[in-house]
């Protein structure tokens, strides 16, 4: 089967400006996750979708982020308007039964945003 | 969620057994015990799952005492692709949200 998929695999973009990261999950995992690691840091948990739903979006750091999952499928990481601190490396993952299944969650290969 | 403790870094040599330990003093009944792998400009992978006693996959083992307090990660025979991070995790059963430490950077020389 397709793994997680992360569109795009770099970005470089101006303080203020606008990014969209994509993450295509495993076809059939209802949970999607975003987790990211910032520079010299740990990578931080950031919100878990079931489906279209946000179960937990206790690790989004501000409004700058918005995180959607329309239809259920696919998800978009927004950060408008980007700060120098934002940039780092945006992992995804997703899994079929959450917490609920031993075999841990499939990851993508993440999005290295770099703001300049 | 409990905090875990690993060591920094590792070396070892191609054929070796690698045996990483993770503390987690602070463990709850409910908790699990997770590895995850990463390689250099990829996503973490996961290895290795157990709750108590022994775990063994294709990959690894996982040795957890009776106290569950800490945890043994095993390589048997380690290559030259295995030099990566390893980080050790404690995973509450009630939860999805995985909190990573700094990991162990494992070097395998040949």
């Known amino acids: 089967e397709a793994g997680v998929t992360q569109f795009p695999s770099h970005s470089v973009i101006e303080k203020g400006q606008t990014v969209t990261l994509r993450c295509d999950p495993i076809?059939?995992?209802?949970?999607l996750y975003w987790y990211r690691r910032v520079m010299g840091k740990e990578i931080k948990f950031l919100l878990h979708?079931?489906?279209?739903?946000?179960?937990?979006e206790s690790g989004m750091p501000n409004n700058r982020f918005l995180a959607e999952r329309t239809g259920g499928t696919y998800s978009t990481l927004k950060v408008q308007p980007a700060e120098l601190e934002d940039s780092g490396v945006y992992f995804c993952?997703?899994?079929?039964?959450?917490?609920?299944?031993?075999?841990?969650?499939?990851f993508g290969s993440g999005t290295r945003l770099t703001v300049v | 969620l409990a905090k875990t403790t690993q060591p920094i870094s590792m070396d070892s040599y191609e054929g070796q057994e690698v045996n990483i330990t993770c503390s987690h003093n602070?463990?709850?009944?409910?908790?699990?015990i997770t590895w995850y792998q990463q390689f250099p400009s990829q996503g973490p992978r996961f290895i290795i799952q157990?709750?108590?006693t022994k775990v063994t996959n294709e990959v690894a083992s996982l040795f957890i005492p009776a106290d569950r307090k800490s945890s043994t990660l095993s390589l048997p025979r380690v290559s030259l692709s295995d030099t990566a991070v390893y980080y050790c995790?404690?995973?509450?059963?009630?939860?999805?949200?995985?909190?990573f430490g700094t990991g162990t950077r494992l070097q395998v020389f040949p």
């Open positions: 076809s059939g995992h209802d949970n």
């Open positions: 993952a997703s899994s079929q039964d959450g917490s609920q299944r031993g075999y841990g969650y499939t």
């Open positions: 995790l404690v995973r509450s059963y009630n939860t999805d949200k995985l909190i």
């Open positions: 979708f079931v489906k279209e739903s946000k179960q937990d």
């Open positions: 602070n463990i709850a009944t409910n908790d699990y």
């Open positions: 157990g709750y108590k």
